[in-house]
């Protein structure tokens, strides 16, 4: 009985044993060994040969890589930049003009409309998508030709003018659902007596709009911003499905990039380089963003 | 959403500034058109794939994409679940996300029964640190993973993404559920020890029955992500007994055995199960959409 009684009481810690064992494991060791292998050659047999900052120094050169990047920032414009300002517009419109104006149920209904591309998996949207857009079947040209544009017909994902265009496009229909799901809920917060006064005063919808809905959901805005921001710079299923990066590099993303040179050219040491770059670009974007974020709430106090 | 009947604003009447009220009139409704359009611009993939997937071959060759089907034809979705074994692919993802559901709920619970309950010393660096398994791009992990897997003999097994995504999925869990848990009344813990019950007894007994609503919030979420990755699962699942639904849709995208209707019908297996959760799950949803903003 004594000897129980002073058994050792640890506190909470082996709680996280489970947790903390996971986490070295799945997260932390592999991170490590990645940012290892990208200073080395490795073809993922045998062992690998350390290259030092050989395969950064090959980076910098490569054409590939910078575009690659390139086309992240459009996908950030594609997936963060416009669902968020349309958002923005639509969320506002649905809330404080046509649920007030018509029955609530149309705010409803057009806001689950929107949101239902955000349900697929992003890999199945890419197949409807893939289909609508495919030079000889696709629904996309077969529509062209029966209004009479055959000439604006084309192969949309296969053309390096148009591949680009057409995926962001495809990431605008997926993501615009996003915004206005969590904008709409943080209007809800507004007091409606706000909008009443400001009316009054003879605000007009822009200036209610800008003054009173912007504002308030500064909150909501921050989190799509910067979750839609990570969300585009680790986008990969769409370009899987899509387009494999073509034609040529004109849709390449470092996600797909290092994929390429991990599982089908077996450069393994230059895939751990590219993402590790990768993941060093949304730690430091994840970071400013909650060092901005810290940074206001202190002003706010004072 | 609380009711089963659509709830209708009352009518407001008329505005108290009839001077600019026909003006308005017919603004409103250019306003709700264009909305509508919106929405209707949105949904046309939708009907689309609806619309080809139950269509023959030769329908889809002679009248095209844009016409209704002649009549309802079940062959080219019949033929696409027979090919792909569809049965054992909704198998596989139940399976998967089922058990990633369950797995990241428990291992978040325990996390947060840790840091949130027994506020342990550097509790805020554990979130911080848990949190990076969602942040990073599961690129700068997936070799080394690979390497491992095929090591320890779990590639080319569910299990082997089971794991992986318990943990990726926990790290959210962990994050909410602390925020959760450090609100958490004292005073019914210190009770429940003062009457002599352990910390487990605590967990099992108190903490996780007062913690079901998030949990399920948690349990939704894990389900439904888990469900839609694509990454991982294509990279560790390559047989064709062990793939998920998105994977084996995915990968069939652009092989030559796939033609127009094949492919409206590969696409609609693919937006049927998320449709299907989005129903049951569309209350625990637009409740949890929101709380990762708030919390």
């Known amino acids: 009985m004594k000897l129980r009684a002073r058994r050792l009481d640890f506190g909470y810690a082996p709680f996280l044993v489970p947790g903390v064992v996971l986490f070295l494991v799945v997260v932390l060791g592999p991170f490590v060994a990645n940012v290892v292998l990208g200073f080395t050659r490795w073809r993922g047999v045998g062992t690998p040969s350390w290259l030092g900052l050989d395969n950064y120094r090959r980076l910098l050169q490569d054409d590939a890589f910078w575009a690659s990047f390139r086309n992240n920032v459009a996908m950030i414009v594609a997936m963060t930049v416009i669902p968020t300002i349309v958002g923005l517009l639509l969320a506002s419109l649905l809330f404080d003009y046509v649920a007030k104006r018509f029955a609530r149920g149309w705010a409803t209904r057009l806001r689950a409309a929107y949101y239902l591309p955000q349900v697929l998996p992003v890999a199945v949207a890419g197949v409807v998508w893939g289909w609508i857009l495919h030079p000889s079947y696709g629904v996309l040209n077969s529509f062209l030709e029966r209004i009479g544009l055959e000439t604006l017909t084309r192969n949309w994902l296969g053309d390096p003018d148009t591949a680009l265009p057409a995926v962001m496009a495809v990431m605008v229909w997926i993501q615009i659902g996003y915004p206005v799901v969590m904008f709409m809920a943080g209007l809800q917060r507004v007091d409606p007596e706000m909008y009443e006064a400001a009316e009054l005063d003879g605000a007009n919808w822009f200036q209610r709009f800008r003054y009173i809905s912007i504002a308030s959901i500064r909150p909501e805005i921050y989190v799509v911003v910067l979750t839609t921001i990570i969300a585009a710079l680790k986008v990969f299923g769409p370009i899987f499905v899509l387009t494999r990066g073509g034609p040529g590099t004109a849709t390449l993303v470092p996600s797909y990039f290092s994929y390429q040179n991990f599982f089908e050219r077996a450069d393994v040491g230059y895939g751990s380089a590219i993402s590790t770059v990768l993941a060093a670009v949304i730690i430091i974007v994840a970071a400013v963003f909650i060092r901005f974020q810290n940074r206001r709430e202190l002003a706010s106090l004072r | ?295």
């Open chain 2, 1 to 295: 959403m609380t009711t089963l009947v659509a709830y209708r604003e009352p009518a407001v009447g008329p505005r108290p500034a009839p001077a600019r009220a026909p003006r308005r009139g017919r603004l409103r409704w250019l306003v709700l058109a264009l909305l509508i359009l919106v929405g209707v611009v949105v949904l046309v993939p939708f009907a689309l794939v609806v619309m080809n997937a139950f269509k023959s071959a030769e329908d889809y060759a002679s009248n095209g994409a844009l016409s209704f089907p002649r009549r309802l034809d079940f062959d080219s979705v019949v033929e696409f679940w027979r090919r792909v074994d569809f049965s054992r692919k909704l198998l596989n993802s139940v399976l998967i996300s089922g058990s990633v559901a369950i797995g990241g709920s428990v291992l978040s619970l325990l996390n947060a029964f840790a840091l949130g309950i027994g506020r342990v010393k550097g509790r805020y660096v554990f979130l911080v640190v848990f949190l990076t398994a969602n942040l990073l791009p599961q690129e700068s992990l997936v070799y080394p993973l690979y390497y491992l897997a095929k090591e320890v003999g779990l590639y080319d097994t569910r299990l082997s993404v089971i794991i992986i995504f318990i943990v990726i999925q926990s790290a959210f869990g962990t994050y909410l559920l602390t925020s959760v848990l450090a609100a958490f009344p004292r005073q019914i813990i210190e009770a429940a020890t003062i009457d002599g019950a352990t910390k487990w007894q605590v967990l099992c007994r108190v903490v996780f029955p007062l913690s079901r609503p998030t949990l399920a919030v948690l349990f939704t979420f894990f389900f439904i992500w888990t469900w839609n990755e694509f990454f991982l699962p294509l990279i560790f699942l390559v047989s064709n007994d062990n793939q998920t639904v998105p994977v084996a849709v995915g990968v069939l995208q652009g092989q030559r055995m796939m033609d127009a209707t094949a492919q409206s019908a590969s696409a609609l297996l693919g937006i049927l199960p998320a449709i299907v959760f989005f129903l049951i799950f569309q209350r625990t949803l637009t409740r949890g959409v929101t709380a990762g903003a708030l919390k």
